[in-house]
């Protein structure tokens, strides 16, 4: 079964649709007032990460063959590090699970950097290594080892030599790309549980997780902006002569169509 074909049947069990609830809902929420005109998801189709997001131009891109789609998405058949889009082209690219599952995560990125417009914004969801889930997942790996025999995981297996992508190791990454962190949450405080029963009966964990060890949740999504030397000090210098004026200015930005482009 292939790597993708495994993560979209882990999905499907208890732990799996714990997991994506929480990331579908917060995705919904991080896309919902990202404004412009155009949108691209990069991989798991799984989760529809543009769902609540109202851009006229919105594109689904997958590296492998993919059978199903949201019919509302434009569907692109690429690589993630060398995407068909000009140059500061993109209002928003959302990466839900992308750079853990790609084998140079960093040059990924340097890519979503180049086609994101100045002031557009990149979400990225991922798998915390800093969790329960991650260390049963590694107990599971190192057993494997030891024993020269496949141990049974609690998550599916990443790509080749893909691994898990720290926050703290995200931010630097970020920093040096010139983008500025905008929001930072962390979920999935229950233990790695393979019931619906008993992560259930852990349910009060999510509160008291998010309150005294949030960068322990199992899953974490950061929301950064673009930002490029000189755009901020535009933008006060044009509110200073908004309110020097006696009547409001109307500011027009005309954007082309990317897609005669591509």
């Excluded at 630097?172 to 008993?198: A, C, H, I, N």
Aim: with cysteine.
């Amino acid at each position: 079964m292939a790597a993708w074909q495994s993560w979209s049947a882990w999905l499907a069990t208890p732990p799996g649709r714990y997991l994506s609830g929480w990331s579908q809902a917060q995705l919904d929420l991080a896309v919902a007032d990202c404004f412009g005109f155009h949108a691209l998801q990069l991989g798991m189709p799984d989760l529809e990460a543009l769902r609540a997001n109202r851009m006229p131009r919105r594109w689904l891109a997958v590296d492998h063959a993919w059978p199903g789609g949201a019919s509302e998405l434009f569907s692109l058949y690429c690589e993630f590090d060398a995407l068909p889009f000009p140059k500061d082209s993109l209002d928003l690219v959302v990466l839900p699970h992308t750079l853990e599952r790609a084998p140079d995560p960093h040059r990924c990125l340097r890519e979503v950097e180049r086609v994101l417009r100045p002031e557009g914004r990149l979400v990225i969801l991922g798998l915390n290594p800093a969790s329960l889930w991650a260390l049963r997942q590694n107990l599971g790996l190192l057993r494997g080892r030891l024993s020269g025999a496949p141990a049974p995981l609690f998550m599916p297996r990443l790509p080749g030599e893909a691994e898990l992508i720290g926050y703290w190791r995200l931010r630097d990454w970020l920093r040096l790309l010139g983008m500025e962190l905008e929001t930072v949450r962390f979920g999935g405080y229950r233990p790695p549980l393979q019931s619906d029963k008993w992560l259930q009966r852990w349910q009060g964990l999510e509160r008291l997780g998010a309150h005294w060890w949030p960068v322990l949740g199992a899953v974490y999504l950061v929301v950064a902006v673009k930002r490029v030397h000189g755009m901020r000090l535009v933008g006060r210098l044009r509110q200073r002569r908004r309110q020097a004026q006696t009547a409001p200015a109307v500011a027009m930005q005309h954007h082309r169509d990317i897609t005669q482009d591509s």
